[in-house]
């Protein structure tokens, strides 16, 4: 953990969902309320929804009856930083768990979040986003299963994480008062960001392969447009993070890397553009260097949300 300093077992989790007209809403919350819950440990489920009405708000409270507690927050201004601050506002939990709209969660998923926080002695620790694809799906984008969603783990160490699927001590001193950045509320990134200045501050943070949530892909993510856009604004915060505490000088040879990358990238889409899986695996790639270009420009994408 930041500190390194050995806490007492937590008792209370809160686990943040945020929402925007979401309908599949219901069935991440289905799967929540019926997660087996850690000993004596008291659990709560709170949903920040992000419209301007509070469009969730009925649905959420048909849960008011349910084995967990569900609260509802309305964060209006549409903006998903303001709606992930809106839950860090309102949690009381020891530990804080992360889980999206549009996921289900694994009956043990909770438990094996917590087991491996604790074990390793983590400040953060995230578990693997599953993609469930549709039946019509391309099948090279199955087999390449670009969706699905893990932490990278890079010279050893994890470096910064997702929302998708995590928890958080909220008592160690790197995590208590960090906040998500609302300049990256409407554009992505914001929880990258986050858990890399959670990192930066000293935080250790950790993988759990077996802490698993599902999530169905939806048709118009399959497109090549979406999946081209994803790639880029992935390596445009990765260029910015990898622009913070260089100096100006060293950036220009930043910029040199990635865009020699993209080209070895798109070279090699190239010569396996008879491969539909290995043409678009590359293609991305070399994407995703100049999103870091641009990154690294300080040049950032439109707003999606």
Request: hydrophobic residues 45%; charged residues 20%.
């Amino acid at each position: 953990m930041g500190d390194a300093m050995i806490q007492a077992p937590p008792k209370s989790i809160d686990i943040c969902v945020c929402t925007f007209r979401r309908p599949q809403l219901a069935t991440t919350l289905d799967s929540l309320v019926q997660l087996v819950l850690p000993d004596a440990i008291k659990v709560r489920i709170l949903v920040a929804d992000n419209d301007a009405s509070p469009s969730a708000q009925t649905l959420v409270e048909n849960y008011k009856n349910a084995a967990v507690p569900v609260q509802y927050i309305h964060a209006p201004k549409q903006n998903i930083s303001m709606a992930r601050n809106a839950c860090l506002d309102h949690a009381t939990g020891d530990l804080i768990a992360w889980i999206d709209d549009d996921e289900t969660a694994a009956k043990d998923w909770l438990i094996q979040l917590l087991d491996r926080l604790q074990d390793g002695d983590f400040a953060a620790v995230f578990g693997p986003a599953i993609a469930i694809y549709p039946p019509d799906a391309p099948a090279h984008i199955v087999r390449a299963d670009f969706h699905s969603n893990r932490a990278v783990v890079r010279g050893g160490q994890v470096r910064t994480g997702h929302s998708c699927n995590a928890l958080v001590d909220m008592r160690d001193p790197t995590t208590r008062a960090l906040r998500f950045d609302i300049a990256k509320g409407r554009t992505g990134g914001e929880d990258t960001d986050y858990f890399h200045r959670m990192w930066a501050a000293g935080a250790t943070l950790g993988v759990c392969e077996t802490a698993q949530v599902f999530e169905k892909v939806a048709p118009g993510r399959l497109r090549l447009s979406w999946l081209i856009r994803r790639s880029f604004n992935s390596g445009n915060i990765f260029g910015e993070l990898s622009r913070r505490g260089v100096a100006m000088i060293a950036v220009p040879g930043l910029v040199a890397a990635a865009l020699a990358k993209a080209s070895y990238c798109f070279a090699v889409a190239l010569v396996n553009c008879a491969s539909a899986m290995k043409r678009l695996w590359w293609l991305r790639r070399g994407v995703m260097h100049l999103g870091v270009i641009a990154g690294l420009a300080r040049i950032r994408p439109k707003a999606q949300y």
